[in-house]
């Protein structure tokens, strides 16, 4: 598709994410889906349904525009069945480039406890600030543009939990919304074992960092100091 120039270079960009998160267990089986903008702005590439992250090719990633038209892909596959939630993302965030997606255990077992993850390491204060717990969709379904949507329209939120679903992490690269990925699985495994060793020790409360940096920390020490 010569009227994508950067193209090849995206796939393989989206290729060596998914397999990333693959190898680092965060999704297995051809659930979860990644995606990411291309230079035009216009469009973007997606994984297609019913192919693992594992299994993603430049033969069958699908090319799809923001009105939602798809294009010919050399694999007759359809795009993933969340593509409605990546398009409407791409069009009410200008700042969102990518897109990752993923079913990773410890954070979904969280979502499907109904228990949003608190953010309770300087990493996570620092990169995420919070993480929503979004609700299943009125009917019971799985979130769709309805309710993810209104949750991101907030340009401060890069992340968030979908329950009994999985998480979602956006950002400038892929690289980038794949580490949050990575911080949100991280931080849900972290709280499991605070919230356990704290309830084995009889403990009901925990300190809590209030800044992500040692800079934020030292500007509101002056800052005080000075008022």
């Known amino acids: 598709m010569s009227e994508f120039p950067d193209l090849s270079e995206v796939m393989d960009a989206l ?97 499907s406890a109904g228990i949003e993850i608190p953010c309770l390491t300087v990493q996570t204060i620092e990169k995420i600030g919070r993480m929503p717990l979004i609700p299943l969709s009125a009917n019971g379904g799985p979130q769709t543009e309805v309710e993810i949507s209104p949750v991101f329209r907030d340009p401060s939120i890069r992340a968030a939990v979908l329950a009994n679903h999985g998480t979602i992490g956006v950002g400038s690269s892929l690289m980038a919304a794949q580490y949050l990925a990575e911080i949100i699985e991280e931080t849900a495994h972290i709280a499991y074992v605070r919230d356990t060793l704290m309830a084995a020790h009889g403990k009901t409360s925990a300190d809590l960092p209030q800044y992500g940096t040692a800079a934020e920390a030292r500007a509101s020490v002056s800052s005080t100091a000075k008022a």
């Open 15 to 111: 290729i060596a994410t998914a397999k990333r998160c693959f190898v680092a267990d965060l999704q297995t089986n051809a659930g979860g889906n990644l995606s990411a903008r291309l230079a035009r702005r216009d469009a973007i590439v997606i994984k297609p349904s019913g192919a693992g992250f594992n299994e993603c090719t430049q033969e069958n990633l699908q090319v799809v525009m923001l009105d939602g038209t798809i294009l010919p892909s050399e694999v007759a596959l359809k795009p993933s069945k969340d593509l409605d939630f990546h398009l409407d993302l791409y069009r009410i965030r200008d700042d969102i480039n990518a897109i990752v997606h993923c079913h990773s255990p410890w954070a979904t077992g969280y979502a």
